[in-house]
């Protein structure tokens, strides 16, 4: 069995890159019959039919991201439907939510959202017949699920499979450690900065990082050693002007490198927690068990903290109180790491057992998968007619 995995791979962004390892790891984990993995080339965006004169593709991925509301990958996967391919949905999501959306789903209120963050057009039409036309519906998280289900009248076939960062777990890689903090015995707080090109809650990079650097120092103050990562090549400059801001060379190391993703999770495993912008740098830190805060720049950071329980350590980005939420859970991730760290572990098990029976029973080729595809590509049959 062959896959092509579609996600948006090749421009040095560990969160997208670390989607698509983890897919790779958990097929080689549970699968027996799937031989290679194709990862779509998106740069030379040749088109799977152009692929298929070359190479057989059994089946199609919609991998980790918020790949639902993007054209070329809604228009991948309109073209995986019109040849027939059965595609499958492995921690895909949707972004762009405005507060208020989010806000009426945690008061338990229905929400079909007419407009979204910084009027963004979404092809709700597209994404439906999509969804409809899906073997396989495995969701990042809770809003992307009500979102779905306000679309199709399949939602009974739509579950929440996490986003696939979750369950990665390299072998350990010290570059990090070895190359940037040898010899280092002062307790760590990573810090992940970057840009959004301000398309984040309250529209407003520059106040944000201001608020970041002074909790650094407040951190610095309480004995820890604040490490600055990016996440994708293009926060280096801004993981650049944060060290300069916070102006402390003997407490800040500034990590002026996009490290892979075995090597941020090893580095992140060691660390005392963390604050991140990027959602994946606090997927890995979850799934690394390490206790973290997330500036939720956007709905797709609120989509994975309520997945794992973790809204209470979640932001808003435009939130004037970031010092007092950084005074506050340092001392609670000091107190009660233990249960912190426990409660990440408990989430973490929970979708490994999720995404390892998609793994085994839709790519091992046994009689029972064979059935249920069966059945899936049954129910698509019909409802064509429907």
Same mark, same amino acid.
């Given at each position: 069995m062959k896959l092509l995995y579609i996600g948006y791979l090749g421009f040095n962004n560990i969160g997208d890159e670390v989607c698509y390892e983890s897919f790779v790891q958990s097929v080689n984990r549970w699968s027996t019959t799937v031989e290679k993995i194709i990862p779509y080339d998106i740069k030379k965006n040749a088109g799977i039919r152009h692929l298929l004169s070359t190479e057989s593709i059994d089946a199609v991925i919609l991998g980790g991201g918020s790949l639902f509301q *993007? $054209? =070329?990958? @809604? /228009? @991948? +996967? #309109? #073209? +995986? =439907? /019109? @040849?027939?391919?059965? =595609?499958?949905?492995? *921690?895909? *999501? =949707? $972004?762009? @939510?405005t507060e208020n959306t989010i806000d009426q789903y945690r008061n338990g209120e229905a929400f079909e959202p007419q407009t979204f963050f910084n009027d963004r057009r979404i092809d709700t039409k597209r994404i439906k017949n999509v969804v409809d036309a899906l073997t396989y519906t495995g969701v990042r998280g809770p809003l992307t699920l009500q979102f779905l289900k306000g679309l199709t009248a399949h939602s009974d076939s739509i579950e929440i499979i996490g986003d696939s960062g979750l369950v990665y777990t390299p072998e350990i890689d010290n570059y990090i450690s070895d190359n940037y903090l040898m010899d280092l015995k002062t307790p760590i707080v990573a810090v992940n900065w970057g840009t959004t090109f301000n398309k984040l809650f309250g529209s407003n990079e520059e106040s944000l990082e201001n608020q970041l650097a002074e909790s650094c120092m407040y951190l610095i103050s309480k004995g820890y050693h604040i490490v600055i990562y990016p996440m994708w090549d293009k926060d280096i400059e801004s993981c650049q002007k944060l060290y300069g801001l916070i102006n402390n060379n003997k407490h800040v190391t500034l990590i002026p490198e996009v490290c892979n993703s075995s090597q941020v999770y090893s580095f992140l495993s060691k660390c005392h927690f963390s604050i991140n912008i990027k959602l994946h740098a606090n997927i890995l830190s979850a799934a690394a068990t390490t206790p973290f805060i997330q500036l939720a720049y956007r709905s797709k950071g609120f989509d994975f903290a309520l997945s794992i329980n973790q809204y209470d350590n979640t932001i808003y980005t435009h939130s004037k109180e970031l010092l007092k939420t950084v005074m506050e859970k340092e001392k609670n991730f000091t107190q009660y790491r233990r249960k912190y760290t426990k409660a990440l572990k408990k989430e973490k098990e929970t979708y490994i057992k999720k995404h390892k029976w998609m793994i085994e029973n839709f790519f091992n080729g046994n009689e029972k998968s064979e059935k249920m595809l069966s059945l899936k590509g049954l129910r698509h049959i019909i409802n064509k007619f429907l």
């Open positions: *993007g $054209d =070329i990958f @809604l /228009s @991948l +996967a #309109e #073209e +995986a =439907i /019109s @040849l027939g391919l059965p =595609i499958y949905s492995y *921690g895909t *999501g =949707i $972004d762009y @939510l």
